[in-house]
């Protein structure tokens, strides 16, 4: 009997006639590690809930079926039992610390469960020892950074002893140092408490390698279950449209072109040390024309830059110099990558581009202008920022009004707005929330949304900072087309971002940023090969680059970053026989 | 100690006692080390203040015969003084307490933990508000919103896209909130216990004393001296 047994799950929220889970069956071992995923919408979320009780108990709604937990039913049990037995983590680190003091924030749980202070202390203790919070005890919980902030929520709930513990995309807001360090204490806990661990995530890419079940879901049905190599491997997967980690895309390419490698890890570092062994004394045959799917716009660089930053310097009002000595141009139609680690200074650089900051030392000209000169709103016309979270800019009636609202403030007359609107509207695809309040879309739409609302008055650059947070893979995938779409039209892309694979999909002209500095500036292909420069950003460059990157010392391009590229190098040097 | 002189700024009406007070207040700001918090305190209640000595004033130069007499200035600094004995105590008191130990004694006192939670779970959450709020103006101002200008009715309805997003992404939190606390078992037990505790020492129960026989003193000499004595020495400005 394992730890968590699913019976015929049906479930329904209240007042929605389509069922959100459709008839899951489903048991779960004691000790094992399992990811759960499934593209934006599929139920994933729905179905954890129902693991500690939230459903039936707080949301209502109509559920059939059974789920047990460790021997209890989660009918027959209120939350506050069922609490002592699994644990869940939100995605959002702040809406789940309740103390001032990281210390307290741990006993919170205990002190409702009415455990005796001596007996709390123990638990507090071992709780922020495995989570590596010890040195944190006494700090204020709103100076935690959101790593920092994860992990107290992973010893809260720790404190209390649970057998199993739930995190719903608890990595959603993190960059991906701070996911892996979420991750590895994870490991830790399964593999040493013996902690029974459930994980929804869609950056698959970073939590495979950690899982040994996965757990597909779409529709709320499950569609598959397996070990990670073998459900990320078979067709469901595919269809379904999660983001399939690239090691296990080329382990399938090669699959498919006859080339044999049996069981492929999902780990790179041991793909590549199976992959050399292979490719040891093979014949290394290049492609024709290496590099030539370099798809660069030809950048005009004769033309004066549509922004000009000359040695900007800028400290926050409490004393943090956020960036120092920062110099660049970019040029009309450039589509540029910002990156590097959080704290480095990327939003702090995009935010003096629309005059939000002035640098204090140095000058920033937009479109030959200097900024100085110009309002935040007259920049604003020119720079359009999107920001990560769209609710902090939603507010109108309907999705209408609020494309309207930065037309109206840019004083455009009604026709060309009226223009505009529909031109945004059909953009994003999203004519048929014209009349919706903006409140009730999903995530993804009001991101599109917010996305639109800029579009609206035709900036001549567009900024958006981190775009694929909380996204799925299908999701960033219209966004990537959607980017590539603006650069044939010629317009001026900005994005600052975490996201690796999303960058080297598109190949944009890359700045690497580091304690206020940049520290790398040029084409994607020059700067992801350039390993030492990356990790001094706390970038981890992409999977498929590691792997060649490990090949090149048998003679291997070093900088292949297609899966396709990769796979037709490997396939032939396998087959072309021996040197 | 600070709900003495709280007390104590009511029970007098002479403005040189009320200066008295205030300033046996600095010594108590001094070795709490609250000296600027302070400053700014008076600072933000400076208007409030200039208002209350300016309409006393005033009514009273046109109720008693328009005469300015320095029995009036007097008398509108007192109250002047009042209230800022009044700002002061509360700063004092809130500046030197801890929200934890505030909460905790709450709690001994019988008030029902719901109040507690709410109470400490506000504070927790001001600098986050603080935050999205910065974050939303950036936001707004991206898109042309103008903060500083346009006349008195118009800056104000500026002011609805900061504030209604900030109010809808609350509501989104205390829902995420209440799943959050469900998870942690709360009101699982009736008797909720803490993981601090408040012990009273020797140095409480000393000041503890003091206070009460000030309280005392002050209590005597507001109604068994002072009434008896014609003119309490004022200053005389004019």
């Known amino acids: 009997m394992g730890i968590i047994e699913v019976r015929d799950l049906w479930y329904r929220y209240p007042g929605i006639s389509e069922p959100a889970l459709k008839g899951l069956n489903l048991e779960i071992e004691k000790g094992e590690f399992v990811l759960l995923t499934g593209p934006s919408g599929c139920g994933k979320t729905t179905f954890c809930r129902c693991l500690n009780g939230l459903i039936p108990h707080f949301y209502n709604g109509d559920l059939r079926g059974e789920v047990i937990i460790n021997g209890l039913s989660i009918r027959e049990n209120t939350i506050n039992k069922l609490a002592t037995h699994v644990g869940l983590i939100f995605q959002n680190p702040d809406n789940q610390i309740f103390a001032l003091t990281v210390e307290k924030d741990v006993a919170f749980g205990l002190e409702n469960l009415g455990i005796e202070k001596n007996e709390m202390l123990k638990h507090i203790d071992w709780a922020l020892d495995r989570t590596g919070l010890k040195e944190m005890r006494q700090r204020a919980t709103y100076e935690l950074s959101g790593g920092q902030k994860q992990r107290l929520a992973i010893a809260s709930i720790l404190a209390m002893k649970p057998k199993i513990i739930v995190l719903d995309e608890p990595t959603s807001f993190l960059d991906p140092i701070g996911a892996e360090k979420i991750f590895k204490v994870l490991q830790a806990l399964n593999k040493e408490d013996r902690i029974t661990i459930i994980l929804i995530e869609h950056r698959i890419d970073l939590a495979a390698r950690y899982v040994n079940r996965v757990i597909l879901f779409n529709d709320g049905k499950i569609i598959d279950d397996g070990p990670p190599e073998k459900v990320f491997s078979a067709e469901e997967s595919r269809l379904a449209g999660v983001g399939i980690p690239k090691i296990i895309q080329l382990g399938k390419r090669l699959r498919r072109m006859g080339v044999n490698l049996e069981n492929l890890p999902l780990d790179t570092l041991m793909f590549t040390e199976k992959l050399k062994e292979k490719l040891v004394n093979k014949r290394i045959s290049l492609l024709a024309e290496p590099n030539t799917k370099v798809n660069r716009m030809i950048e005009d660089s004769g033309n004066s830059p549509i922004i000009k930053v000359c040695d900007i310097s800028y400290s926050y009002p409490n004393g943090v110099e956020a960036i120092k000595n920062v110099s660049l141009n970019i040029s009309k139609g450039e589509f540029v990558a910002i990156m590097g680690e959080n704290g480095a200074g990327k939003t702090t650089l995009v935010k003096h581009f629309n005059g939000l900051l002035r640098p204090q030392i140095g000058k920033i000209f937009i479109d030959g202008i200097d900024s100085a000169t110009m309002s935040v709103a007259a920049l604003a016309r020119k720079v359009g920022l999107v920001f990560q979270n769209p609710d902090d800019q939603l507010f109108s009636e309907n999705v209408e009004e609020e494309i309207k609202f930065a037309l109206k403030n840019f004083g455009f007359n009604k026709e060309i707005i009226e223009k505009r609107v529909n031109w945004a509207l059909n953009l994003l695809g999203i004519e048929r929330y014209r009349k919706s309040s903006p409140f009730i879309l999903s995530g993804g739409e009001r991101k599109r949304v917010a996305l639109a609302s800029v579009l609206a008055w035709d900036p001549d650059v567009l900024v958006l900072d981190e775009p694929t947070i909380g996204q799925d893979y299908a999701q960033k995938e219209r966004l990537r087309h959607f980017l590539l779409q603006l650069r044939s039209q010629g317009k001026t892309t900005v994005i600052v971002t975490h996201d690796v694979e999303f960058v080297v999909d598109s190949k944009p002209r890359i700045l690497l940023m580091s304690q206020g500095r940049i520290i790398a500036d040029g084409p994607a292909e020059l700067v992801m090969t350039d390993f030492e420069m990356l990790e001094k950003a706390s970038v981890s460059p992409p999977e498929i680059l590691k792997v060649f990157r490990s090949i090149s010392e048998l003679g291997f391009p070093r900088n292949v970053f297609d899966v396709d590229e990769a796979a037709e190098i490997i396939s032939r040097s396998l087959k072309g026989g021996s040197s | ?51 209350i000595f300016v309409t006393n004033l005033f009514s009273l130069y046109f109720f008693r015969g328009q005469q300015l007499t320095s029995d009036m200035l007097e008398y509108s600094l007192a109250l002047t003084f009042r209230f800022l004995i009044m700002i002061t105590s509360f700063s004092i008191f809130f500046l030197t307490t801890s929200p934890d130990k505030l909460s905790l004694a709450l709690e001994k006192a019988r008030v029902p933990y719901e109040f507690n939670f709410a109470f400490i779970t506000s504070i927790r959450f001001v600098p986050v508000i603080a935050e999205e709020a910065q974050s939303i103006m950036d936001a707004q101002k991206s898109r042309g919103l103008e903060l500083e200008k346009g ?81 309490f020495p004022s200053v005389r400005i004019l």
Do not use: H
């Open chain 2, 1 to 51: 100690m600070t709900c003495i002189l709280f007390v104590s700024a009511i029970l007098f009406n002479e403005f040189s006692m009320l200066l008295i007070i205030f300033l046996s207040q600095i010594p108590i700001i001094i070795t709490g080390r609250i000296i600027k918090e302070w400053l700014k305190t008076l600072k933000g209640g400076l208007l409030l203040a200039t208002m």
């Open chain 2, 151 to 231: 006349r008195f009715l118009s800056r104000i309805r500026n002011y609805i896209p900061i504030l209604l997003p900030l109010i809808v992404n609350s509501i989104r939190r205390s829902l995420e909130l209440a799943e959050a606390m469900e998870s942690r078992a709360f009101g699982a037990s009736k008797k909720r216990t803490n993981l601090y505790e408040l012990e009273m020492n020797m140095l409480d129960y000393l000041v503890l004393g003091f206070t009460f026989l000030i309280l005392i003193i002050i209590i005597y000499v507001r109604f068994f001296i002072e009434p008896f004595l014609p003119m």
